[in-house]
């Protein structure tokens, strides 16, 4: 922990996860990070070992020697690594916009 990622953290409770609920406080503090810092940091929203899966499966990708990853030498091409919004990585994204839907309605 450091103080940037205490400004930038907001938490949510076990039982909003189970709920797939948040409560307008925690709802609050995100829109609040959100419009303060432009960013958000959601500790433990999704399980280690999820996550792991999600890092194994990037990894296998930015290592393979074929992956197309575009002209990203060039400035003006430059953007992150296009990995593809598909199986556990459109399932995560899902799942997290599912939960935080209510904050940006």
Same mark, same amino acid.
């Given at each position: 922990?450091?103080?940037?990622?205490?400004?930038?953290?907001?938490? +949510?409770?076990?039982? %909003?996860? /189970?709920?797939? +609920?948040?409560? %307008?406080?925690?709802?609050?503090?995100?829109?609040?990070?959100?419009? !303060?810092?432009?960013?958000?940091?959601? &500790? *433990?929203?999704? !399980?280690? !070992?999820?996550? *792991?899966?999600?890092? %194994?499966? +990037?990894? /296998?990708?930015?290592?393979? #020697?074929? =992956?197309? =990853?575009?002209?990203?030498?060039?400035?003006?091409?430059?953007?992150?690594?296009?990995? &593809?919004?598909?199986?556990?990585?459109?399932?995560?994204?899902?799942?997290?916009? !599912?939960?935080?839907? #209510?904050?940006? %309605?």
């Amino acid at each position: 922990s450091g103080l940037g990622l205490d400004l930038l953290s907001a938490r +949510v409770t076990r039982r %909003e996860l /189970e709920d797939n +609920v948040l409560s %307008e406080r925690t709802q609050k503090n995100i829109a609040n990070r959100l419009l !303060s810092h432009g960013a958000v940091i959601l &500790p *433990k929203i999704h !399980s280690k !070992s999820r996550c *792991k899966l999600l890092a %194994e499966l +990037v990894h /296998e990708m930015i290592m393979d #020697p074929w =992956f197309e =990853f575009g002209n990203i030498h060039h400035a003006f091409m430059r953007k992150d690594y296009p990995l &593809p919004l598909t199986g556990p990585f459109l399932d995560i994204l899902r799942d997290t916009l !599912s939960l935080l839907r #209510p904050v940006f %309605e």
